[in-house]
């Protein structure tokens, strides 16, 4: 099947838990084995939007427990000779929609299968951002190994940072940049700015006023408290993507300036 | 959409536009320019980007999404390179699964 595969190269894999976690958005061709009138299809379709129970089909790369999903809503874009059913699912990832067809058929009666599937976006990738196909990839890379030039590979491919636009942010000062790189939770002092939509608790990004990726963590204190707060800790970072060395050490400073006194 | 930002915001905030955070905003708890080190996100040396990008890729129907990154890794010539959830490959015969008879083919 095809459509939005986002692939993250090297040091961007750090983020791929990111990924995986995020919505999927479909457009699938069901088949009914059986011409069933129109309105007892958007019927049993529209029963399939909400939490649902899922096992996951015989072929699947998963463990085929019972589990529950989430389909956020299903669009019928058409439906041809009562028969075939195209379709836009939106769902939590982990869904397959080839069980979602078969379900629906066993609800009508009749029996279905999925014929086609293409995925139209993966969390916030979809047909519009960048989407690139395997030969203008290859098409890329020809062009810079034979005549030099890079533009069209920088082109293709995204800074990493496009995996987590869509956490709150928050943006930190150059001198705790290689402490949080070097696995250091972020303290009070060290934050520049912060979005007003991060809350206890919740997963952030953090960022250097450069705008680099630096580490994802968990907020130890909402917006409004780390602005608040002359010290503590503001996040707790859980993966770091930033290798370090790229900023300075400033932090090693003060306890070697501890140390001398 | 490709570099040409005036400011570090700009890019952020398209981020966060991208991420349905574009009614929110920034508090200020201690001001500070751009920094001297790093790069901006779109303009690393081309082995930095490579090594610190994503690729929104267009997946073919024919091969596995395994067998599609693990091209992407050849053609880029990385050691790492990993998917965001497989989209699995339908109509595959038996003889095709399991004998690699099809990627032999292909090839």
Known sequence: MSGVLVIALENATKVLKLLVESSKEYVALMELHRAVDRSSIIDVVNMFVGEIYQKPPIRSSVKRVLRVRRVNSIDILEIHNDRYVLMKVNTEPGTYIRKLCHDIGLVLGVGAHMKELRRIASGIFNEKLNLVTMHQLSEAVYLYEKHGDESLLRRYILPVEFAIAHLPKIIIRASAVDAIANGARLAVPGVSYVNDSVARGSRVAILTTKGELVAIGVAQMGAEEIIAADKGIAVNPTRVIMKPGVYPPLWRRKKEASEEI | ?107
């Open chain 2, 1 to 107: 959409m490709v570099g040409g930002y005036s400011s570090v915001w700009d890019f952020i905030r398209e981020l966060d536009t991208l991420g349905g955070l574009d009614n929110t905003r920034y508090l200020i708890k201690h001001k500070e320019d751009e920094s001297q080190y790093g790069y901006h996100p779109w303009n690393r040396p081309l082995k930095n980007h490579i090594e610190n990008g994503i690729i929104n890729l267009d997946k073919p129907p024919g091969p596995t999404s395994h067998e599609v990154t693990a091209w992407v890794k050849k053609m880029l010539k990385l050691n790492k390179a990993g998917h965001a959830g497989t989209l699995e490959v339908l109509g595959r015969s038996r003889r095709e699964r399991c004998s690699g008879y099809r990627s032999r083919k292909r090839h």
